[in-house]
Nanobody, 119 residues
Framework: QVQLVESGGGLAQPGGSLRLSCAAS????????VAWLRQAPGKEREFVAS????????ASANSVKGRFTIFRDNSKNTVYLQMNELKPEDTAVYYC????????????WGQGTPVTVSS
């Protein structure tokens, strides 16, 4: 069993930065790929970025490429999302998720952390 807890969300100005953290309990965390997803008000949840269990391979949505970076520290059981050059359209609740199955569904989810980008 893995429990995920996100933190680091809040209010940022356009062009600003935030770093989200996803802290996991459980000694098997380093066995899982992890993803960040987000859901804006009135919209479907969407993929943001993912990282493999070793931290050697990442993927990100076109909307955040060049602005957001996902990385992990398995010694701290934590995955991070560094968000730079924030835009108002990045406003959403951000979730981390782990252990993706063959259907593309994630088994473990955090509770989410809200990010608001506004001047």
């Amino acid at each position: 069993q893995v429990q995920l807890v996100e933190s680091g969300g809040g209010l940022a100005q356009p062009g600003g930065s935030l770093r989200l953290s996803c802290a996991a309990s459980g000694h098997t965390f380093s066995s899982y790929s992890v993803a960040w997803l987000r859901q804006a008000p009135g919209k479907e949840r969407e993929f943001v970025a993912s990282i493999n269990r070793f931290g050697t391979n990442t993927a990100s949505a076109n909307s955040v490429k060049g602005r957001f970076t996902i990385f992990r520290d398995n010694s701290k059981n934590t995955v991070y999302l560094q968000m730079n050059e924030l835009k108002p359209e990045d406003t959403a609740v951000y979730y981390c998720a782990a252990d993706r199955d063959s259907n593309g569904e994630y088994k473990y989810w955090g509770q989410g952390t809200p990010v608001t980008v506004s001047s």
